[in-house]
């Protein structure tokens, strides 16, 4: 059955479906009844309902963007993997970027109700199908997919604003004032749910729909957030058994030629161009988008590719008279011989974009990167016409993900097989177009605990950047202090025009109950440490 893009509008367009997000999600004047008596009768209703529950992937907070939402990739300008440094001031985000962040901050509230949209359609599903005249098994599965969506938002809500009210039924004016839950409490039931259901999903499914493996990656996600390694390790070691696969091109992977792999586990779906239901979260003006820049610390991060080691030279390119670095004349020699995966994912001094740059003639596009660097991931600098509205889809959950996080849940664990701890890293980095030296030829044997986490940790970044999961890990590893002076340092030693970043200490690891939020809902609180 064609889920994405054939019922989207019938679906937006049906009233029983939706809870509106104009102003916040537990507003009063915007609850719906669960459900009218006209619909939830036919199986084509309920495929309107679940595609509903899809449709509200594609906000621009959370798998796409309009370049001025937060979006996936622009998720990674709040970490040390980029920044909005171009557009600052202009960007959603950009104040959490800088530490100078508050309830009110629009990044906190947008993204607040994007989460609870989708939980809100997969509640009013999960009500309401047992109504449809379909087969016990195809409630099931449509249950099953449901219930894995609602848990992919409680994952981005638990690691950002922690404690969160956990809604799993429809709104109704009864129920619209509801407390937070613990994130424990969430947490636990949450993976209790995945657990549950996974055994109703298909091994394979029509490309964009949950399948087994993307509800046992997301089970694994959720305990490895929360330092739940057994239950990380046993979902993780259920998705290796379903025959995913490290792509052998990690520069097609990233474009709609690739988009039919084997690694790829869920995906976001978009369908173009000229049909309104595409892409924009990888738009650009036909010259790399200075809306969005990357670090020289990531760029720096992918090592030299024929030893594998770290790169040690630290000639950038010509420094003024005030020993500033003159980011029009960068030095493309810095960023050659690197990891592969470098130029797939940042647009670096020496690349031509639609023939224009390379070594000696550096192009800057319509207005130079005060970093020297752009991203490269997702964008199609041939898609002159159409990077508005485009068919790419956004990739939710890579093998290479599955793959990197067992590795880590396993060395957290303890009692670990070194060799296959590095196997699994060396899966990853050995992919055919990559082939970076294998972690025992450059680091040896015999690895500490504290050594193979930063292997882990330092292959995540790489491999995983501009994939918006570079800030959770940066949460959950509790180094937003090194991310902030990294860029900080980066700031004042080259003299770039970054927007300054500060940190606040613990409770940036928390993101506050939105403003709007607390004065519609008097039953919210706060977060401790932002009272």
Same mark, same amino acid.
């Given at each position: 059955?064609?889920?994405?893009?054939?019922?989207?509008?019938?679906?937006?367009?049906?009233?029983?479906?939706?809870?509106?997000?104009?102003?916040?999600?537990?507003?009063?004047?915007?609850?719906?009844?669960?459900?009218?008596?006209?619909?939830?009768?036919?199986?084509?209703?309920?495929?309107?309902?679940?595609?509903?529950?899809?449709?509200?992937?594609?906000?621009?907070?959370?798998?796409?963007?309009?370049?001025?939402?937060?979006?996936?990739?622009?998720?990674?300008? =709040?970490?040390?993997?980029?920044?909005?440094?171009?557009?600052?001031?202009?960007?959603?985000?950009?104040?959490?970027?800088?530490?100078?962040?508050?309830?009110?901050?629009?990044?906190?509230?947008?993204?607040?109700?994007?989460?609870?949209?989708?939980?809100?359609?997969?509640?009013?599903?999960?009500?309401?199908?047992?109504?449809?005249?379909?087969?016990?098994?195809? =409630?099931?599965?449509?249950?099953?997919?449901?219930?894995?969506?609602?848990?992919?938002?409680?994952?981005?809500?638990?690691?950002?604003?922690?404690?969160?009210?956990?809604?799993?039924?429809?709104?109704?004016?009864?129920?619209?004032?509801?407390?937070?839950?613990?994130?424990?409490?969430?947490?636990?039931?949450?993976?209790?749910?995945?657990?549950?259901?996974?055994?109703?999903?298909?091994?394979?499914?029509?490309?964009?729909?949950?399948?087994?493996?993307?509800?046992?990656?997301?089970?694994?996600?959720?305990?490895?957030?929360?330092?739940?390694?057994?239950? #990380?390790?046993?979902?993780?070691?259920? /998705?290796?058994?379903?025959?995913?696969?490290?792509?052998?091109?990690?520069?097609?992977?990233?474009?709609?030629?690739?988009?039919?792999?084997?690694?790829?586990?869920?995906?976001?779906?978009?369908?173009?161009?000229?049909?309104?239901?595409? #892409?924009?979260?990888?738009?650009?003006?036909?010259?790399?988008?200075?809306?969005?820049?990357?670090?020289?610390?990531?760029?720096? #991060?992918?090592?030299?590719?024929?030893?594998?080691?770290?790169?040690?030279?630290?000639?950038?390119?010509?420094?003024?008279?005030?020993?500033?670095?003159?980011?029009?004349?960068?030095?493309?020699?810095?960023?050659?011989?690197?990891?592969?995966?470098?130029?797939?994912?940042?647009?670096?001094?020496?690349?031509?974009?639609?023939?224009?740059?390379?070594?000696?003639?550096?192009?800057?596009?319509?207005?130079?990167?005060?970093?020297?660097?752009?991203?490269?991931?997702?964008?199609?600098?041939?898609?002159?016409?159409?990077?508005?509205?485009?068919?790419?889809?956004?990739? /939710?959950?890579?093998?290479?993900?599955?793959?990197?996080?067992?590795?880590?849940?396993?060395?957290?664990?303890?009692?670990?097989?070194?060799?296959?701890?590095?196997?699994?890293?060396?899966?990853?980095?050995?992919?055919?177009?990559?082939?970076?030296?294998?972690?025992?030829?450059?680091?040896?044997?015999?690895?500490?605990?504290?050594?193979?986490?930063?292997?882990?940790?330092?292959?995540?970044?790489?491999?995983?950047?501009?994939?918006?999961?570079?800030?959770?890990?940066?949460?959950?590893?509790?180094?937003?202090?090194?991310?902030?002076?990294? =860029?900080?340092?980066?700031?004042?030693?080259?003299?770039?025009?970054?927007?300054?970043?500060?940190?606040?200490?613990?409770?940036?690891?928390?993101?506050?109950?939105?403003?709007?939020?607390?004065?519609?809902?008097?039953?919210?609180?706060?977060?401790?440490?932002?009272?």
């Amino acid at each position: 059955m064609k889920l994405i893009n054939k019922y989207i509008s019938l679906a937006l367009l049906s009233g029983a479906l939706m809870t509106s997000c104009s102003d916040s999600f537990l507003q009063k004047d915007s609850l719906t009844e669960s459900s009218s008596s006209a619909f939830w009768q036919t199986p084509n209703d309920a495929m309107m309902a679940l595609t509903a529950c899809y449709d509200a992937l594609q906000s621009n907070q959370l798998y796409n963007s309009d370049q001025y939402s937060l979006g996936p990739l622009y998720m990674d300008c =709040i970490s040390d993997n980029g920044g909005h440094f171009n557009w600052s001031g202009w960007m959603e985000g950009y104040e959490m970027a800088m530490g100078i962040h508050n309830p009110s901050s629009g990044v906190v509230g947008e993204y607040w109700k994007a989460c609870y949209e989708v939980i809100n359609r997969c509640n009013l599903l999960i009500a309401n199908i047992d109504r449809v005249s379909m087969s016990a098994e195809d =409630i099931a599965c449509y249950k099953a997919e449901a219930i894995t969506l609602r848990a992919l938002m409680y994952i981005n809500l638990t690691i950002t604003y922690q404690d969160v009210p956990y809604l799993t039924e429809p709104l109704t004016l009864e129920n619209s004032e509801c407390a937070k839950s613990t994130r424990e409490f969430i947490v636990g039931e949450v993976m209790a749910d995945l657990k549950d259901i996974a055994p109703s999903l298909p091994a394979t499914a029509e490309l964009g729909r949950i399948t087994r493996g993307a509800c046992y990656s997301l089970l694994g996600r959720m305990a490895l957030y929360n330092e739940k390694w057994d239950d #990380a390790i046993a979902a993780y070691r259920e /998705v290796q058994k379903l025959g995913y696969s490290i792509d052998p091109s990690y520069a097609k992977l990233f474009t709609q030629d690739g988009q039919k792999s084997q690694e790829i586990v869920f995906s976001v779906r978009y369908e173009g161009p000229g049909k309104s239901e595409g #892409a924009a979260f990888n738009a650009h003006w036909n010259t790399p988008l200075e809306a969005m820049n990357g670090t020289i610390d990531l760029a720096d #991060a992918y090592y030299v590719k024929s030893t594998g080691e770290k790169v040690t030279d630290t000639n950038y390119g010509e420094m003024k008279d005030d020993g500033t670095l003159d980011v029009s004349k960068p030095n493309a020699q810095h960023f050659e011989n690197r990891d592969p995966r470098l130029y797939t994912t940042l647009f670096v001094p020496g690349m031509k974009w639609n023939g224009k740059g390379g070594e000696g003639a550096w192009y800057g596009g319509a207005a130079a990167s005060v970093s020297t660097v752009y991203v490269m991931k997702y964008f199609d600098p041939t898609d002159t016409g159409n990077s508005w509205d485009n068919g790419q889809d956004f990739y /939710v959950v890579r093998y290479a993900e599955v793959l990197l996080s067992l590795a880590e849940a396993l060395v957290q664990k303890g009692g670990y097989d070194e060799n296959e701890v590095l196997a699994l890293v060396d899966e990853v980095r050995q992919r055919a177009d990559v082939k970076m030296p294998k972690v025992e030829d450059v680091e040896g044997k015999g690895l500490t605990k504290a050594e193979l986490l930063e292997v882990i940790k330092h292959e995540r970044r790489v491999e995983l950047a501009f994939e918006g999961l570079r800030l959770f890990d940066v949460y959950r590893w509790k180094e937003l202090d090194k991310a902030v002076a990294n =860029i900080e340092k980066e700031r004042t030693s080259l003299g770039l025009a970054y927007e300054p970043r500060q940190y606040n200490g613990e409770r940036d690891y928390v993101w506050p109950v939105p403003t709007d939020e607390l004065d519609t809902n008097k039953a919210l609180l706060q977060h401790d440490l932002w009272k």
